[in-house]
């Protein structure tokens, strides 16, 4: 029986072609593998410790706690909280203490050295700060992580990070706070700010960052360095390489010169 004639037929390469495809966008699409979710942000910046500490300070890892008690003077005393969250204090001994906020704090030690003491103690405690930070990135003259004073708002911290004249796009400054599964972007406008309008000049929070985009015309440009970046890398490693060379046989000349009397030469 002839086949029809309106039936085709999938040549073995193009068959192949299309199970690799089928493969590939199986793979692009599969779920995490088991250490990958085991080791997934989940909160923010994966940060193990976070809060507003604008509304009440917490203690993180870098900070610094001094613990003073009226009562028990020789409780008094400024500690460091180590790497793993803890501070260690008399009595007591080694206390996790990463992730409390000032109240929190003085409550657990109050009932901590309750134990020790028959008379009611009266803990205060006082955080300095040292390990909280934002970030201001893109085109701007400082990029990086700047440390969180509080009450910064997104003014404060363009000023400090001195946006680039020629290719910052101002109007369209991003705060990003950032969520593993919701992130937050707010739309900055400078020139509204610096006008009056206040509405888009929010308050900096912790790991908060504040991208500066370019402009439209700053694109292209960047665009094209990258189209030329292999070449010029290439062109400056000989040109290294050239120069790198000749100035080698000149001062092994200079050396030989000065091994006869001072007089060199210079052989090329």
């Known amino acids: ?13 193009l068959l192949i072609t299309l199970l690799l495809g089928m493969i590939g966008l199986a793979a692009c699409h599969s779920s995490p593998s088991k250490r990958s979710l085991q ?6 910046f994966g940060r193990r410790y976070s809060g507003n500490a604008l509304e009440e300070n917490y203690v993180t890892i870098g900070d610094r706690v001094q613990i003073l008690d009226v009562a028990h003077p020789e409780l008094n005393l ?20 990463a992730g409390y906020t000032r109240s929190d704090l003085e409550a657990v030690l109050t ?3 309750a134990a020790y003491y028959s008379d009611p103690t009266e803990i205060v405690v006082d955080i300095t700060t040292s390990n909280k930070v934002y970030w201001v990135l893109g085109e701007v003259a400082r990029p990086g992580e700047f440390e969180l004073q509080g009450n910064e708002t997104v003014l404060d911290a363009l000023v400090q990070a001195k946006p680039n004249r020629d290719s910052a796009n101002l109007g369209r400054v991003i705060l990003i706070r950032a969520d593993p599964l919701d992130p ?3 739309p900055v406008n400078y020139w509204d700010i610096t006008r009056g309008d206040s509405t888009t000049n929010f308050t900096i929070l912790e790991n908060d960052i504040v991208w500066v985009p370019p402009t439209v015309l700053a694109q292209p440009g960047y665009f094209a360095r990258a189209l030329i970046y292999p070449f010029t890398t290439v062109i400056q490693a000989i040109s290294q390489a050239f120069f ?6 000149f001062r092994n000349a200079a050396q030989a010169g000065g091994q006869f009397g001072g007089v060199g030469f210079v052989p090329f």
């Open 111 to 113: 009932e901590r050295y």
């Open 39 to 44: 080791y997934m942000n989940q909160d923010g």
């Open 78 to 97: 400024s500690a460091s909280v180590d790497i793993d969250g803890t501070v260690l204090l008399p009595e007591i001994g080694r206390i996790h203490i």
């Open 1 to 13: 029986m002839r086949p029809s004639p309106h039936r085709t037929r999938l040549s073995f390469p």
């Open 184 to 186: 937050l972007r707010l």
């Open 244 to 249: 790198g060379f000749n100035n080698r046989r």
